[in-house]
């Protein structure tokens, strides 16, 4: 009888060639060893290597000084929303070299998508200290006019989509704005932002799988800190992180070290190249620890042991490490790291001061904006919460103007 040999024989199917083969071997659930994290400084902030992308004292020195910058208004927020002054609030520590690094690696025209966690992208971008807690108090200098929960920041002129709290929508949105950049000859592309926990959703298979079809340039950003809010990622998923589930949809994809601002930098720096010159998305998967709460509505050591938290909050820390590299380049002295701390806090207390004083927005507000004229149900809802706040006055603030 005669052996044919299938190992040779191709199928020319729909998508490219397939060869066939006589072994029935199934695609093992997870590799022998797990996808390597790129990084470039150690913990004392000592190059690991030169394969990265170099850059100047200028940027170091505004690199460093908005994490600084970040970390001193989280402290402040925080506290006034423990004072009661504001609502919510939701810090970055920990993430400071993800936001600030990830961000000076964009150019000002590609188009930003975050979770709820990168305000840093934002303070790159030229977004003032006064911005930021007009904000958070929402008064009647807020963009959003007061509608959305504290954190939940936008920008046109800087090219920041508002961030909505609905885990992961931002997605297939940044897809279609990144194939519309791509439809319209421009070179940009858009950066999405989400956590491991948004990899869980059902948006997030959908988008990837959309970029990948459409050749759309947008970079998939995962903030793998480990937990989505107090679920860990043994209880999401069995995959190998997140970075693997890109190659799955045809996407090129990198794992690095999100504490490490060089890093995070030369990956972004990287991604965008390949989105923007090829068309490509890319997935990057930035590995690091929430060493704050979830929110100002969370308390982490009811799932994380506080020894681990601390063990990153010091030992890990971004902003120690990036400030190392730079001591040792010589671009910093710790005059200038005593000036620009003590300059950042009064700063802060300042915008606190001025956006506690301003009014809140009108009630018309809560009306407009979403019809051209509004239709006769809004027009009695208007005038009903109108004369409620008449006959009751005292129970209503004082300083919403009617």
Not at 181 to 188: F, R, S, V
Request: aromatic fraction near 10%; hydrophobic fraction near 35%; include cysteine.
């Amino acid at each position: 009888m005669q052996t044919i040999h299938n190992d040779s024989q191709v199928l020319n199917f729909p998508g490219g060639k397939v060869k066939f083969t006589s072994h029935l071997n199934f695609i093992p659930e997870t590799r022998e060893e797990r996808v390597h994290c790129y990084r470039v400084l150690d913990d004392d902030g000592y190059p690991l290597t030169s394969n990265f992308v170099q850059i100047d004292k200028e940027v170091a020195l505004k690199m460093y000084t908005d994490m600084v910058t970040l970390q001193t208004m989280d402290t402040i927020f925080y506290e006034a929303q423990r004072q009661g002054r504001i609502s919510f609030y939701v810090t970055t520590l920990g993430e400071e070299a993800i936001n600030i690094a990830s961000a000076a690696a964009l150019k000002m025209d590609d188009f930003i998508f975050p979770q709820y966690r990168e305000p840093g992208v934002l303070l790159w971008r030229g977004f003032t200290m006064q911005e930021f807690a007009n904000q958070l108090f929402g008064n009647k200098s807020d963009y959003g006019k007061g509608r959305q929960m504290p954190i939940h920041y936008g920008s046109n002129k800087h090219n920041y989509i508002t961030v909505a709290s609905t885990v992961a929508t931002q997605l297939p949105h940044a897809v279609g704005a990144a194939y519309a950049l791509k439809m319209d000859a421009k070179n940009a592309c858009t950066i999405v932002y989400f956590g491991d926990g948004g990899s869980s959703t059902g948006d997030f298979h959908a988008a990837l799988n959309f970029a990948a079809v459409l050749d759309a340039p947008v970079i998939f950003f995962c903030r793998n800190n480990g937990f989505a809010i107090s679920t860990p990622v043994s209880d999401q998923f069995r995959s190998d992180g997140v970075v693997t589930k890109g190659q799955g949809y045809g996407v090129r994809s990198i794992r690095v070290d999100g504490n490490d601002a060089l890093a995070v930098f030369t990956a972004v720096h990287e991604a965008r190249k390949i989105a923007v010159s090829e068309h490509k998305p890319v997935l990057v998967e930035a590995l690091t620890y929430r060493a704050g709460h979830h929110s100002t509505s969370d308390d982490s050591t009811k799932y994380r042991p506080a020894n681990e938290i601390e063990w990153w909050r010091t030992a890990r820390d971004p902003v120690s490490r990036f400030r190392k590299w730079i001591e040792r380049e010589d671009w910093l002295n710790s005059q200038f790291e005593s000036e620009l701390r003590s300059n950042i806090r009064k700063q802060v207390l300042q915008a606190i001061q001025v956006a506690e004083k301003i009014e809140k927005p009108p009630i018309k507000d809560v009306f407009t904006d979403v019809y051209d004229v509004p239709p006769a149900n809004l027009q009695e809802q208007e005038t009903f919460i109108r004369e409620t706040i008449r006959r009751h006055p005292q129970d209503y603030p004082t300083d919403v103007p009617l």
